[in-house]
């Protein structure tokens, strides 16, 4: 069977470079990130798909590979591989598992099903929230292997005593996909898979959870010298467990790759692996030791064409992706807010409760403020929109300083009174003015000292014994006063 | 058509398929495999670029499960039957290597 | 011996019918066993206390008014590379010795269901591979016939057991004609069904796409029911055929008026076919046209390429299909410091010299730089030989051939070169490349008195016309 083809690269308007002998070279890295997906069972069997149970207690005959047993493909996995090809703007092909021979005590068929030469999803992309696009290249679906627990020594594979092998996670459904080198930075690096992940989260494709493993991201790097367009010999760095660890492991080996060449060395083909605690990578296998793998179609499994109908169902069915929403939540606050501020509202799913506020009449910038800052916590997402509104139409009309609006918001999570309720039984009632007037002016009688020095003094003098007026003011009120009336106020009995 | 097999290529075939074959039997596999292939000849020789492969004898696709869970197998009956368990895991020796 | 030879129809209608009991049934079968098998070895297990308790269960739903099904009480006996729940299934290697299956294969299921009693589990080539049960870990059977005989292979235990009287039924598995042949050697019916049509969950794998289920009986009727009740779609088997199936038995007596027969003229000129086995081919010809058939010869010419595809696509899928038998998880380990060698260890000594070089065959054909060459080419003759037969289809309904190009040979004849051993399925490889069903039933002797078997093929999911074909030649047999 014949394999995939070779990538090109694009530019970036950021690009990494490293300088090594006299020479710039820049990073040229492209991804594969294997994504567990969200299914109830395993791809080819009924076994439950999940994490954290009992060792071997999720397995059937067709998990331990029994002789006998038959794959029969998980029509959920293709419909969710269909979901993210769509989510990510890609073709849907018609798909041919084949397998992918290799002797390994975690693969319980000591071959793995996995599609090769007919991949599902061919050529989307992904857009990060800088701007930069990153091709897809494919995403295919394979099975998933055992864990091995290594026994003796340091608990690490080389120099264990003996293995203990877990064949629960054996057959999960994987979607494993694989970016154009179109990563320029070990940041886009680290933007590409949370982008990836957030895109797979809002498909409902996958849980995301890179600490349980659910998505695992291999990175191939190589450098070239700024200005030459050919790719360098590329390196595949495997055990990149973090965000963290991905983007130092790239810087590591582009430096690595770059102080070869000036040395005048030649860069190996190699699988090379990434050790945190001492933040190198070092090398697995070349690629002369890499098995021959012998694909061939899976003859136990038929092609999956899928119906353009439902194709198209799935795709209707589909809710906006992050990048989307992004834009969605940008244009609705009228006011240039931080692309982070943006991608925190979106990432934590609260980019409705926003726009809905929004729509039912709100401040966008206090909506965004209050959704960004105030409602991060647990059961933050759960304030209705039309109640966050009412919150907010307090706040703007004066009823309620940001101070109160702030704590009266910190009551609505996980209540249902109304704003104005909460702000009465917190004693949070408007002050009249003559009420305020008179506050004040006790104030200023019970601090001679500093109301001369305040209505005589420089602007800077001014200013440090403003934030003490309205501290005082704001301690007798029990913080009902509002601190911009007070400001005033002050300003007025001073004759300025 | 490919070359006749040699020695060289079923000692590495051998060690592709994880078996351990003597001087003897790389002599008599390689003579065997060579009759064998020498008779697939006829078939190797024959211009078949604008034939389709038959992966399958059924013209069927698209065969898919519901995602329903389904009966998992007892751990102890299924431990009871390696040949080295322990801790709820398959024991093997040491791994030489990571997974590729 | 006399019960021990009686139809699976006969016994079932007995036992529904409280003629006899089924527990007689197991008993007169069991001792039928205990005689002969000695010599025989037909069998690999036998658990006579559980023959009998199964047999009295099928006694005590008569009793109780329930009907247990069209094989009430019918014993089978089971090729030992189906899977039996609780019972050792081996497939005739070392690698698996010992090895009980916590599942039962959906053909033992429907037999069960269908109130069969298991005999026991029979003697094959390691993994079906062979024409001759010769390379069996365990030891060769005999063929009943003539004990110094093979019986055929793969599944020559399968069919010395339905020949002998251990059994009125028996399960194979035919890859390249391991159900066919041994038919043809024992004198007994041998029916390869439509790829897809009998589910292969169960069936340890050989060569996935090839493989099926079939199988062996004394009359062509008992092949229809056996049919009847193990073929139909699975959803454990992706590549099982949703097509609702015919009432097989029902169309076994219907004749063979108008039906159009090929005589496959290439597989009377192959190199090495017996002439009293092409003779017999020509009176089993006549004997139809006698019979109301329109009766032409036929010409398939890609079926001169069938050996040679089969050759590269078996070995290339059971290298992959035997990589799992490693020493982790079942079966044999033989000890070793590291995992690689204890993999290396346990298939070196649990594979006998057939399956290693099927394997290493296989392995190679797959390999990087050989795959277009060996294994692409071999699926672009697939596509050939079907095409081939496809049209031959339009002018004919049923194709006829020798099974085997001889009777049964001796022992050792055939041992020493395996491409001579290859040879003998020249005849039914064809069908398993492209899918179609193929029956083989006993049709007169050669020079040595031993049986002839007569294939008769057909197109997908068309055995009601092979079994009326064969029901025909069977009353016409000399």
Known sequence: MTAPTAPTTIDSDEVFTVEAGGTTFELVCGLEVHAELATATKMFSGAPNRFGDEPNTNVDPVTLGLPGTLPVVNERAIELAIRFGLAVGAEIRPSVFARKNYFYPDMPKDFQISQYDQPIVVDGSIELPGGHVVGLERAHLEEDTGKSTHVGGDGRITGAEYSLVDYNRAGVPLLEIVSRPHVRTPEQARQYVAELRAVLVAAGVSDGKMEEGSLRVDANVSVRPVGTDALGTRCEIKNLNSLRSLGRAIEYEARRQADLIAAGERVEQQTRHWDEDSGRTSKMRSKEEADDYRYFPEPDLLPVTPDPAWIDAIGAALPPMPAARRQAVADAAGVVLPDETVALIVERGQDSQALD???????????????????????????????????????????????????????????????????????????????????????????????????????????????????????????????????????????? | MAERITRDDVAKVAQLARLALSDDELDTFTGQLAAVLEHAEDVAALDLADVAPTAHPLQLGNVLRPDVVGPTLDRDEVLAAAPSAEDGRFRVPTILGEAP | ????????????????????????????????????????????????????????????????????????????????????????????????????????????????AAGAVVVGKTNLDEFAMGSSTENSAFGPTRNPLDPSRVPGGSSGGSAAAVAAGFAPLALGSDTGGSIRQPAALCGVVGLK????????????????????????????????????????????????????????LAAVDSGVDGLRVGVLSEMLDMDGVAPEVVARVREAAEALAAAGAEVVEVSVPAVIYGLSAYYLIAPAEASSNLARFDGVRYGLRVDAPTTNEMMVATRTRGFGPEVKRRIMLGT??????????????????RTLIARDFAAAYERVDVLLSPTSPTTAFAFGDKTADPLTMYLNDVCTIPSNLSGDPAISVPFGTGGDDLPVGVQVMGPALAETDLLRTAAVLEGAAP
Not at chain 1, 397 to 423: H, N, R
Not at chain 1, 447 to 471: C, I, N, Q
Not at chain 3, 224 to 235: E, T
């Open chain 3, 364 to 381: 190679y054909a797959l390999s990087a730089g050989y795959y277009d060459a060996f294994y692409g080419q071999a699926q672009r003759v």
């Open chain 3, 1 to 112: 011996m006399g019960e021990s030879f009686i139809s699976a129809r006969e016994v079932a209608a007995g036992v529904r019918a409280g003629e006899w009991t089924a527990r007689h049934v197991a008993d007169e079968h069991l001792a039928a066993v205990a005689e002969r098998d000695g010599e025989i070895h037909a069998f690999l297990h036998v658990d006579p206390d559980a023959v009998r308790a199964a047999a009295d269960r099928i006694d005590a739903a008569v009793a109780a008014g329930d009907d247990p099904g069209p094989l009430a009480g019918v014993p089978v006996a089971l090729k030992d590379n189906l899977c039996t729940r609780g019972v050792p299934t081996t497939c005739a290697s070392r690698i698996l010795e010992g090895w009980r299956p916590p599942y039962d294969a959906t053909v033992v299921e429907r037999l069960v």
């Open chain 3, 193 to 248: 069904p439509t790829y897809g049509r009998v589910s292969r969950h169960g069936l340890v794998a050989f060569a996935s796409s090839l493989d099926q289920i079939g199988p062996f009986t004394r009359s062509v009727a008992d092949a229809a029911l056996a049919l009847d009740v193990i073929g139909g779609h699975d959803p454990l088997d992706a590549t099982s055929s949703p097509s609702p199936q015919p009432d097989h």
């Open chain 1, 357 to 496: 506020a929004i729509t039912a009449g709100a401040d966008a910038a206090r909506v965004l403020v209050h959704v960004s800052q105030n409602l991060a916590g647990e059961g933050g997402a759960s304030v209705a929109p039309d109640r966050l509104a009412a919150l907010i139409a307090l706040e703007t009309s004066g009823a309620l300083t940001a101070t109160q609006a702030k704590a009266v918001l910190a009551e609505m999570v996980g209540s249902d009174a109304t704003p104005e309720e909460i702000a009465a039984a917190k004693g949070f009632e408007a002050m009249d003015t003559g009420a305020l007037e008179a506050m004040v002016d006790e104030v200023i009688a019970a601090h001679p000292d500093e109301w001369e020095t305040f209505r005589t003094g420089d602007d800077k003098a001014r200013g440090k014994l403003t934030g003490f007026f309205v501290g005082q003011v704001m301690r007798a009120s029990r913080g009902q006063a509002d601190g911009k009336a007070v400001t005033d106020l002050l300003r007025r009995r001073s004759g300025a």
